[in-house]
């Protein structure tokens, strides 16, 4: 099974800055990889998804995330964060076994 | 297509009565899963199915709790007696193979 580790539970930047949120993932099979987003009292919305191919995968929102298999990872950026991009995000690996696991959650504050 | 539906949106009963979650997943999609979300445990997957067949029910945290899935397109999640612990978040999300995961708005359960 999956495990997904993202690290740091709350990000906190400045209208205008990078956003970055840290994703790590186990196993030694590259998964299928994603990255929600949840606003408050919603459900969770698809960002982003790696399956194959291309490693850079770009996103809505102006968000793009990079597979490196070297470093079993799949950050999350957005060069210039929007007083909108504030809401909780989560990393996903989806394995062989279909089971869709889950990360803890980066929860990003925008400051103006 | 309307999306993943669950109903109710919103769930407030008391402590031993018995609650039904239900799920209506996207037409065509032959993968449904049920998770709960709490701020202390995150996102935890509680069980999935495919082709309506429960493939792992390992997430579900006691005999209290159950899944049916009768057919594609409809799916229940019941617990039985409620205890308060049992209050949160409840989202089910359906996919296709190697596809990502769709979710619904989900059913914000309070057991009071």
């Known amino acids: 099974a999956q495990s997904v580790t993202q690290l740091g539970s709350h990000v906190s930047v400045s209208e205008g800055a990078l956003v970055l949120l840290r994703c790590n993932y186990s196993?030694?099979?590259?998964?299928?990889l994603f990255w929600y987003v949840q606003y408050p009292n919603q459900g969770l919305q698809l960002l982003l998804k790696?399956?194959?191919?291309?490693?850079l995968v770009k996103g809505i929102n102006g968000f793009e995330a990079e597979f490196k298999k070297s470093e079993t990872s799949f950050h999350l950026t957005k060069p210039s964060a929007h007083m909108s991009d504030a809401a909780e995000y989560f990393c996903?690996?989806?394995?062989?076994?279909?089971?869709?696991?889950f990360g803890a959650g980066t929860t990003v504050t925008v400051r103006a | 297509d309307a999306g993943v539906i669950q109903s109710p949106r919103h769930e407030v009963t008391e402590m031993g009565q018995e609650v039904t979650l239900r799920c209506k997943p996207i037409s065509g999609h032959d993968y449904l899963f049920w998770y709960r979300q709490t701020m202390m445990r995150g996102l935890e997957l509680l069980i999935y199915?495919?082709?309506?067949?429960?493939?792992?029910d390992s997430g579900m945290p006691e005999d209290r709790f159950s899944a049916k899935m009768p057919n594609a397109s409809f799916s229940t999640l019941k617990i039985q007696p409620s205890e308060p612990r049992d209050s949160a978040v409840y989202f089910c999300?359906?996919?296709?193979?190697?596809?990502?995961?769709?979710f619904g708005q989900g059913t914000r359960l309070t057991v009071v």
């Open positions: 996903a690996a989806l394995g062989n076994d279909y089971k869709l696991s």
């Open positions: 196993s030694s099979v590259p998964p299928y």
């Open positions: 790696y399956t194959t191919g291309a490693t």
């Open positions: 199915f495919n082709n309506n067949v429960p493939i792992d």
């Open positions: 999300a359906s996919s296709s193979i190697n596809t990502e995961a769709f």
